[in-house]
């Protein structure tokens, strides 16, 4: 693809406003050589004010959602998208996250611009591992464990049963809950259906993907190798 339409689509402006950039000198090769609209070269060679260029489409993003903000394009109050540089939401084709997070969820949360890979992820045919680590108000029974395991339990206004979870527990109120599919609020509504009530929820890892230290509010990108194991997991 040609720079120009390239940049543009990069969400760095309209066709006239990357004209301009490059007509000001400002887009550059590795070696500060002045590049051309209509050149086409590898992106990773391309330098915009001395920075390189934003990913290429086709780019898988880890975020460490914190709680607090929406996985919407469009919602009042803050947004997973206000995490990323602002010209992230201009980019063609867009961005999105590849399922969800609650408002008051915080964890690992997938962004990519690449169609097929997003559906790949959140494809019940992938069956990615989640794994969610929950507190709870009150102190666990003791038969959760069993009846999470047993794909009979039918949460409220489904009209199918839940696919075996393992949970594990970490103490009286605190539990690890590995999910292999992705219903609406899937472990408040489980832990609701024992007559309990999840306070604090975190997603810790998708498929053989960690957040591996990665900052409360802060994305990295993923490279081949990661996308790799996050189906390996
Ligand atoms: N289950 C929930 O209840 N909320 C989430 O955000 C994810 C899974």
Redesign the pocket.
């Known amino acids: 693809m040609k720079l120009l339409k390239l940049i543009a689509n990069l969400g760095y402006g309209s066709r006239r406003e990357v004209l301009a950039l490059f007509a000001d000198g400002r887009v550059r090769d590795a070696e500060g050589a002045l590049l051309y609209g209509d050149d086409e070269i590898d992106p990773a060679q391309v330098v915009i004010d001395g920075a390189p260029l934003d990913p290429a489409p086709g780019m898988l993003l880890m975020l460490h959602k914190p709680v607090g903000y929406t996985c919407s394009h469009r919602d009042q109050g803050r947004l997973v998208y206000d995490l990323f540089p602002p010209r992230f939401r201009a980019r063609k084709p867009v961005l999105s996250s590849a399922g969800?997070?609650?408002r008051d969820?915080s964890g690992l949360l997938l962004f990519t611009d690449d169609g097929q890979l997003l559906h790949r992820i959140v494809s019940p045919k992938a069956a990615l591992t989640k794994v969610?680590r929950a507190r709870l108000a009150d102190s666990l029974r003791g038969d959760e464990a069993a009846l999470f395991a047993s794909g009979s339990l039918m949460l409220d206004g489904e009209t199918r049963p839940l696919l075996p979870a393992q949970l594990v527990v970490m103490s009286e109120r605190e539990v690890e809950l590995h999910l292999h599919e992705?219903r609406y609020?899937?472990?408040?509504?489980m832990f609701a259906a024992v007559s309990n009530h999840?306070t604090e929820?975190h997603?810790a890892r998708i498929g053989g993907l960690t957040l591996d230290g990665l900052p409360e509010g802060e994305w990295r990108l993923l490279d081949a190798e990661e996308q790799r194991q996050l189906f390996d997991g």
């Open positions: 969800r997070l609650d969820t969610y992705g609020h899937q472990v408040r509504r999840v929820l997603r």
